[in-house]
């Protein structure tokens, strides 16, 4: 089985365990060898490779919490309107605005599709109190209260598709991040329309509306909804929305359907990240990643289609095709605890760990900062965390590379057998600029740079050079591009930009429209800009070196500067 590597053998000194990062990153900055890696120099308030995507709501919808997100690390902002309508989003994603400006950060909009989703209305919204052993029934008369007894459902074809034995969960996972407030019903038999279950569990519901997902079956609705395409030809267009979440992907041709649809919409550069959660999108996969821009491991409801001990298997299957074609995959509910507590868990740090040494390029954070207690720790924490698989300074032994080099946790990832492994995927002969961007990885390794830049107007650059996981940030240089319909002239760049904020390890610099139209301003005068702002987040120190990736005219070349401040 494919998964992500350490590099770590004996010995390990474990004592560095023990020592803070920012101490011991002072301890050898006298001694530091030509091998040291960006990593090294990361300090507390560094950004990670891996970025934090951020699932905004009633907790964290004002200004002041957005603009302190965004300092916290928040790359992608998430819209789950699967919960709040968008009069509230609209107001969200206004406040959003107001924060970038303020926190002079970019920010990526994701918009979350509703899908194919079954929802109970508790319109009292009274606590509903389910006991274990107690039978209730789900019913499409909506015309009736739900109540412990009774659960209604705006779907009738539901008694059709399911039979006795099988299991629902039913919940609000998004509102409160525990599934004690969740219960697990069987069902015992069908009478017409309706659904006679025994509860599994006991648990109070509370809320307005409670998700009901059952195991295995699959639900006759469209996964692209007429609900979906009201709120996309509405909300999305009015806010030229960058990424596209899927909800409950299940076949390549909802990808498709998907694409036809935003580009009828005008939002043909909006990209479509396929949330694979469900045994039949799984069982789909390459498909759908054929046709995908990026994959959301959705881990709440494959959890449920899966057995347990069976989500970790599925998670570095796809985690590893999605990096041997390098499309971005980003894993959810990793932190669940922290929507009621300050800490995670100790499990839960290790598996934020283990995802990035899986290869995710995001993790996803849900309830935590939906409606959590703590949001900005809850990306803190899992920020820190990402990084000290790239601040914790460890020695380690490269055999295959023949020396002893200095490295840090996302630096614990093997980045060598990572890069071999790729190149293996992808055969010989390579494309050209697959061959170039390859080798940019190599020279930056071999020469110790501390940073790749890449000049890009559509960002594909930049991605091709994440796809061989080189060990340092690459400073993604978007140019505008300036383009016309024969009737008007538009620029185009800043989508562009945002979007790779959800692609690990590159940090997107949008240059100003002036590059674009005037050919007064030298590539060498924005290269020099460029690296003075990854001076400014911490990425580069004078006398740096940094490995150069750009076209021209035809070709893909690769070249190697030195920072100077």
Not at 303 to 331: H, R
Not at 495 to 506: F, S
């Amino acid at each position: 089985m494919q998964g992500g590597q350490t590099v770590m053998e004996e010995p390990i000194r474990l004592a560095s365990v023990l020592t803070s990062s920012k101490s011991y990153s002072r301890h050898h900055s006298a001694s530091r060898s030509r091998h040291m890696t960006f990593s090294s120099l990361l300090q507390d308030d560094s950004p990670s490779l891996t970025k934090v995507m951020v699932t905004l709501g009633p907790k964290s919808c004002s200004v002041d919490t957005i603009e302190a997100c965004l300092k916290a690390g928040m790359s992608v902002a998430r819209f789950d309107f699967s919960c709040l309508d968008s009069d509230y989003h609209q107001e969200t994603i206004d406040n959003l605005r107001i924060a970038i400006k303020r926190a002079k950060k970019l920010c990526a909009v994701m918009l979350d599709t509703v899908g194919p989703e079954l929802h109970i209305s508790n319109e009292s919204g009274n606590p509903i109190e389910l006991k274990a052993d107690d039978l209730v029934t789900i019913t499409p008369d909506t015309t009736k209260q739900t109540s412990a007894q009774v659960l209604p459902i705006k779907y009738d074809g539901l008694a059709k598709e399911v039979k006795a034995g099988e299991t629902a969960f039913l919940g609000q996972y998004l509102f409160t991040g525990s599934e004690t407030t969740s219960v697990w019903l069987e069902v015992m038999e069908t009478k017409g329309s309706d659904i006679i279950c025994r509860v599994k569990n006991s648990a109070t519901l509370a809320g307005f509306i409670f998700n009901m997902h059952f195991s295995k079956v699959r639900i006759n609705l469209p996964t692209v909804t007429d609900t979906d395409k009201q709120i996309i030809s509405t909300w999305g267009t009015r806010n030229r929305i960058d990424l596209i979440s899927l909800h409950c992907t299940r076949h390549a041709d909802d990808v498709r359907e998907m694409r036809a649809f935003l580009a009828s919409q005008d939002l043909q550069e909006t990209q479509i990240f396929a949330k694979v959660e469900t045994v039949e999108g799984l069982k789909h996969f390459d498909e759908i990643l054929k046709e995908a821009d990026g994959v959301i491991v959705s881990r709440g409801n494959l959890g449920i289609d899966l057995p347990p001990e069976k989500v970790f298997l599925f998670q570095k299957s796809a985690l590893y095709k999605c990096n041997m074609v390098g499309k971005p995959v980003v894993i959810t509910r990793v932190v669940d605890s922290m929507a009621r507590n300050l800490r995670p868990t100790r499990a839960e740090a290790t598996d934020v760990a283990n995802a990035v040494l899986d290869g995710a390029d995001g993790i996803l954070l849900g309830a935590e900062t939906f409606g959590g207690l703590y949001p900005v720790e809850a990306i803190k924490i899992v920020r820190k965390i990402c990084s000290e698989v790239s601040i914790l300074s460890i020695i380690v032994i490269l055999i295959d590379m023949g020396y002893y080099k200095f490295l840090q946790a996302e630096c614990v990832y093997n980045y060598y057998i990572n890069f071999k492994r790729v190149c293996k995927y992808v055969g010989e002969p390579m494309a050209h600029e697959e061959s170039v961007a390859s080798s940019a990885v190599q020279v930056a390794s071999i020469v110790n740079a501390s940073m790749i830049a890449v000049f890009t107007t559509s960002g594909e650059e930049a991605r091709l050079i994440a796809k061989y996981r080189p060990s340092v940030p690459v400073l993604a240089i978007v140019i505008p591009h300036v383009k016309t319909n024969l009737v008007k002239w538009t620029i185009t760049g800043s989508m562009q930009a945002r979007q790779l904020l959800g692609v690990r390890g590159v940090f997107p610099v949008l240059t100003s429209p002036d590059i674009a139209t005037s050919v007064a301003v030298s590539e060498q005068s924005v290269l020099k800009l460029s690296l003075d702002h990854g001076k400014m987040m911490g990425l580069l120190k004078p006398n740096d070196k940094v490995v150069v990736f750009q076209k021209i005219l035809d070709s893909s070349v690769v070249r190697i500067v030195e920072f100077e401040d």
